[in-house]
């Protein structure tokens, strides 16, 4: 039986519940021209918030995209730390298209 209260939704095989909070656009000064970063923070049953991001920054060894995803007591500072590790995998060089790995946005 589902309750009127998200967060007191108990399911069989399911483990936890989270739901969009809030999704932002973020716009990089002098990093990828023209396009935007998904942010989405997610709240989970206990009032805690994470923020997701659509695309990573490949790491300047390996390749491998370096996802982040920053948390907090608010929606605030959980994008405020989810766009300064964004940013911080950058390492301050200007980004082109072949340096960042995009999630498909039908599943973002």
């Known amino acids: 039986m589902l309750k009127d209260d998200w967060r007191e939704v108990t399911l069989e095989h ?11 656009h973020i716009f990089l000064e002098d990093q990828i021209a023209d ?9 989970n049953a206990e009032g805690k918030f994470r923020g997701i991001t659509n695309m990573a920054v490949k ?3 390996t390749g491998e995209p ?3 995803g920053g948390k907090g007591e608010t929606i605030a500072e959980a ?4 766009v300064r590790l964004l940013l911080k995998t950058a390492n301050g060089r200007k ?11 039908r599943r973002f």
């Open 59 to 61: 790491d300047m060894e």
């Open 79 to 82: 994008l405020e730390q989810t």
């Open 35 to 43: 396009t935007f970063v998904k942010v989405k923070i997610l709240e």
């Open 66 to 68: 370096l996802w982040v």
């Open 14 to 24: 399911i483990i936890s519940v989270e739901r969009v909070a809030a999704q932002f």
């Open 95 to 105: 980004l082109h298209f072949e340096d960042v790995v995009w999630k498909n946005l």
